[in-house]
């Protein structure tokens, strides 16, 4: 049973600090890693994605990989209230064709103005 | 490009009912996926197209759930003789040939009484 694991939280930041994220997942062969965002009854929304071992920035959005670990993280910087949500980190399956996506149960972050 | 859409958005219907959901993804995107999400959890993979043909279905979809993709575009799943159980947020993704990247739909909200 491949498993990706998140701290649950609720993760609390004042607004303008940095949030930090974690996950950790089983396959070890896995390739491909999503970070989604996920507002309270909505769908995910694509936030980040990353590759290849080492740092990837987008904006306030850093993610960060090291497979040797079987680690993934999500940095967001300068925080604001808008960023409250719940974080979904995904892994794409690495055996077979079926590209499917393996889940965490998803960090809630709250970001206090 | 219109997004991943689907319909209903919300179904209420009592035990023992059959429910269908259609899902119409982005245009020329030949992948398209089920997932199922609970209160707390993140998604959890159903199955998965590719054009036409039904390539995986998770162990969760017993044999009272069933997907279609008849011409390779829009995607149905049925519910047959649903339970309480099945109350969950029914989410259609899709992605393009050779493309990683899964752009979710808004979902259909499931709950039965």
């Not at chain 1, 600090?17 to 070890?28: F, P, V, W």
């Not at chain 1, 209230?81 to 892994?91: G, N």
């Not at chain 2, 799943?77 to 989410?91: F, N, P, V």
Request: charged share 20%; hydrophobic share 30%; glycine share 8%.
């Amino acid at each position: 049973q491949k498993e990706v694991e998140q701290n649950s939280g609720p993760l609390s930041v004042p607004e303008g600090a940095i949030a930090s994220l974690n996950c950790t997942y089983s396959d070890r062969g896995s390739q491909s890693f999503f970070w989604y965002r996920q507002y309270s009854g909505k769908s995910p929304e694509l936030i980040m994605f990353i590759y290849s071992n080492g740092d990837k920035e987008d904006g306030r959005f850093t993610a960060q990989l090291n497979k040797a670990s079987q680690y993934v993280s999500l940095l967001i910087r300068d925080s604001q209230p808008s960023d409250s949500a719940t974080y979904l980190c995904a892994v794409m399956d690495s055996g077979g064709s079926n590209y499917k996506l393996t889940f965490g149960k998803g960090t809630l972050l709250t970001v206090n103005p | 490009d219109t997004g991943v859409s689907q319909d209903p958005r919300h179904k209420i219907t009592k035990r023992g009912q059959n429910v269908t959901f259609r899902c119409d993804p982005i245009s020329e995107h030949n992948r398209l996926y089920w997932y199922r999400q609970t209160l707390g959890q993140g998604p959890e993979f159903l199955t998965y197209f590719q054009n036409e043909a039904q390539l995986e279905k998770s162990r969760l979809l017993s044999d009272r759930f069933s997907a279609e993709r008849p011409k390779g575009s829009f995607s149905t799943l049925e519910i047959q003789r649903t339970e309480q159980g099945d109350s969950a947020m029914y989410l259609c993704a899709s992605s393009p040939e050779g493309g990683n990247i899964q752009y979710f739909g808004a979902g259909t909200r499931l709950s039965v009484l």
